[in-house]
């Protein structure tokens, strides 16, 4: 069944496609961010706004919202009944 999580400003994404969220500070993400745009591959979310999170589908895409990681893996972990305690201990 398909869970859509909002990833900020009215957009929103299937949890079952989300492979990984991870925070775009890190050269290697920056770098892994440009190639997906220079390949087309990349889905701006953030409406103008600085990208605090890249999110990884399972087809290869990266989705870039403006909200934080955290905030994106609550709402995942909200939708599927499960606790984040443990990804919120780093």
């Known amino acids: 069944m398909n ?5 900020g ?3 929103v994404v299937n949890s079952n496609k989300i492979v990984g969220i991870i925070s775009p500070e890190a050269a ?12 087309g591959t990349a889905i701006d979310a953030t409406c ?3 990208t605090k999170a890249v999110i990884v589908t ?3 895409h990266l989705l870039l919202s403006a909200l934080l990681p ?5 709402r995942v972990n ?3 009944g499960t606790d984040n305690t443990a990804l919120s201990a780093e």
């Open 48 to 50: 103008g706004r600085k």
């Open 58 to 60: 399972d087809s290869g």
């Open 28 to 39: 290697p993400i920056k770098r892994m961010v440009q190639n997906a745009k220079d390949a």
């Open 78 to 80: 909200a939708k599927e």
């Open 3 to 7: 869970r859509l999580v909002n990833i």
């Open 9 to 11: 400003f009215g957009n």
């Open 70 to 74: 955290e905030t994106i893996t609550g």
